[in-house]
């Protein structure tokens, strides 16, 4: 029978000793045997018959046994306390809940930054609506009063622009081409001809070009009394060009005859000849300064809408229009770019709670291996624990003459318990959070909706007057 003990004594520990030879935390029963004497304490005491029958206190061999094991297990509690502090830290360092909480104020953010904006221009853009409207209004009663159903006509900026350039370009044109001529009959050759001939072409190109874009348009006026004042400016202005064409051949002609006054006698040739010139050249003068003053006039004519004053009154509409939506499209894009870093403030904090959360889990589950790996330790002293008591008394038996045994080796003494805190408070929170985060997912398209709301909301109150009204087309604004 004690040998069967003492057999199964030597399995078990090379068992264990074989299992856990790579691991440190494992106890090795057979080095704390050698360590402590256990085999040999035994045998020693069984020889005086020790430990007593009566005893109920261990002996001092199987109290170093229990206090070896209890150092062991204190010390890796100690390990797997700190390890425990280190994943706790990194969990505090986790700020999910506040951001998930902080969700729900993006939209209350964004309406306060929305009402500051709203606030700080209402005055100018109502103040360009009502300017706006009031210029609407003055060309829809204009349209009424002229029954013009149509749009108004004339050209854009930069075509006004180019028609301003051709006016200039016909002075130029005409100075140069009359230039030639001039220079015949003067000392300072082509230069004095083309300065001669430019200060003429001025007069009679801009004062065509003026009485095209000011009064001759007065013929398409409804009332009879603005048309005979612009038929009165037509034939006027015709008379201006052929006079002022004469002028210039007689001019012409005088200078080639070397006149002392050129000016002078031309005036007295205007009078008394207008139409006879001294040669062919002169003629082709003459038809150059019609051509190009009939240009001008052209060019005058329709540099705005052939109706008069109505091309006036649609600039002044549209620039005051424009003023209006062009602050209005500013702070809707300000308002757009408030809602844009909502939204993007929004996706970001969710994604931030996902991540946290799945972080939390995974600190969680730490936690949960370093718990498991404890107990393992503990269930491993346990058995060392029992293994080496066991052996301790199989031995002592084995070898006592009296053939008695203590009382007290029907029960192995007990450890002290060392409990890891568990993380139910940790789970706790992570429920806690996964279910806010639930209803976050859930609610996160209502959350866009409203700030979707809200940004129409503070848009519609900027639109002092609606939209369609100002611009039936809604061409400006969209």
Known sequence: MKKNVSSLWHSKSSLVTQQYSSNSDVLDVSDMDEHLGVSDSARQL????????????LSSTETQIVQAIERHRQKKFDQTMVEMQSVQNEITQLNELPDLQNVWLIETNFEREATQLVSEQSQLIRSLASNAQKKVRELNRFKEQNNLQREPEYPSSS???????????????????????FSEGLSTGLLGGFTYAASLAAINVLLSF?????????????????KVAGLIALFFTITFM???????????????????EPAKMALIELKNNPLEF?????????????????????????????????GALARKSE??????????????????????????????SIEKAKSSISNYRSYIDRKKTIKLKYEQILSDSDRALVLLIQHFRAENEM?????????????????KKLEIPWVEQDEQQLILHTRLMQTLTSQSEDIRNKLHQTFQKYLDQLVFVPIDELDPLQQRYN
Request: aromatic share 12%; with cysteine; hydrophobic share 45%.
């Open 46 to 57: 069984a020889s005086s018959n020790l430990p007593n029958p009566q005893s109920q206190s």
């Open 159 to 181: 075509s006004q622009f180019l028609r301003y350039c051709l006016l200039i370009f016909l002075i130029v044109v005409e100075a140069l081409f009359n230039a030639e001529f």
């Open 210 to 226: 003026f009485l095209g874009k000011s009064v001759i348009r007065l013929i398409n006026h409804r009332t009879i009394s603005q």
């Open 242 to 260: 052929l006079t002022m064409a004469s002028a210039i051949a007689h001019i012409r002609d005088q200078l080639v005859m070397e006149s002392l």
């Open 278 to 310: 001294a040669d062919l050249f002169s003629w082709l003068l003459f038809a150059v300064s019609v051509s190009f003053a009939f240009g001008a006039l052209m060019d005058g004519l329709f540099i705005d809408d052939l109706y008069p004053g109505y």
């Open 319 to 348: 620039a005051a229009l424009n003023d209006y939506f062009e602050e209005l499209d500013e702070v809707r894009q300000e308002l757009e770019e408030y809602k844009l870093s909502a939204l993007l403030d929004l996706e970001k």
């Open 399 to 415: 070898h006592r003459t009296d053939g008695l045994r203590p009382l007290y080796y029907d029960h192995l003494p007990s450890l």
